[in-house]
């Protein structure tokens, strides 16, 4: 059964420092793992997309791994603001069929105080 | 990029009634779909809208209680119909290209409300 699980449910830290929020899929066959960010009251908004050969990928403050082999992968968010406060989406792209679907996780909301 | 926008925003509607939502793109789309994602839970896929023909839906979800419209490659209308408190949830028009490595748009989402 195609799965994304992420990890943890939520997550609070405070302004400046760093986190890492993690994610695990079950999608076969394979195409591309996407990050998506949503602010409350909002549609995800893209901030990483990786194919198979990619292991990490960054967008500002926001860094992106990708282990194929043990089907994981990771965000990264570096000197957090209060603006990053938002949840944070992993969705894989399969390609099985014609024209391929997307898995969502539930996502991970972060809150950063300040 | 896509620039999406979904009306209304947000609504509060009675049970046994029917509420349309509208999906306006600012450019032409190939691929448009309608998501519910309902609070703690993932996005899940209603239907992916087809222009000119019937939508296509997925498992669970049944044109009777979602009838949708593609008029033309920019626009896109989703019925939730005979309400019922179940139904409160919010409600997202999102469009992509064909190709598996394209980004994949949101729009801000209806937030519905069913009493």
């Known amino acids: 059964k195609n799965q994304v699980e992420q990890s943890p449910q939520s997550l609070i830290i405070l302004e400046g420092k760093n986190c890492t929020l993690q994610?695990?899929?079950?999608?076969?066959?394979?195409?591309?793992l996407r990050w998506y960010k949503q602010d409350t009251g909002r549609g995800p908004v893209s901030l990483t997309i990786m194919t198979f050969s990619e292991n990490t990928k960054s967008n500002g403050r926001y860094t992106a791994t990708l282990d194929a082999d043990t089907k994981q992968s990771s965000l990264h968010i570096t000197a957090s603001q209060l603006s990053d406060s938002a949840s944070y989406i992993c969705?894989?792209?399969?390609?099985?069929?014609?024209?391929?679907?997307?898995?969502f996780g539930r996502g991970t909301q972060l809150t950063v105080w300040p | 990029s896509a620039v999406i926008s979904q009306k209304p925003s947000r609504d509060i509607c009675q049970r046994g009634t029917s509420l349309t939502i509208q999906c306006q793109v600012d450019?032409?789309?190939?691929?448009m779909f309608w998501y519910r994602q309902q609070p703690g839970q993932s996005l899940t896929l209603i239907a992916t809208?087809?222009?000119?023909?019937?939508?296509?839906?997925e498992s669970g979800f049944v044109i009777d209680k979602f009838p949708i419209s593609r008029p033309n490659l920019t626009f896109s209308t989703l019925t939730v119909s005979n309400m019922s408190p179940e139904d409160s949830s919010i409600y997202l028009c999102?469009?992509?290209?064909?190709?598996?490595?394209?980004?994949?748009?949101f729009g801000p989402g209806t937030r519905l409300l069913v009493l």
């Open positions: 969705v894989v792209f399969d390609r099985g069929s014609t024209l391929g679907r997307l898995y």
């Open positions: 809208a087809n222009q000119g023909s019937e939508a296509t839906y």
């Open positions: 999102s469009v992509r290209g064909r190709l598996a490595g394209e980004t994949q748009y």
């Open positions: 450019s032409q789309v190939t691929m």
């Open positions: 994610c695990n899929y079950t999608v076969s066959p394979f195409s591309n």
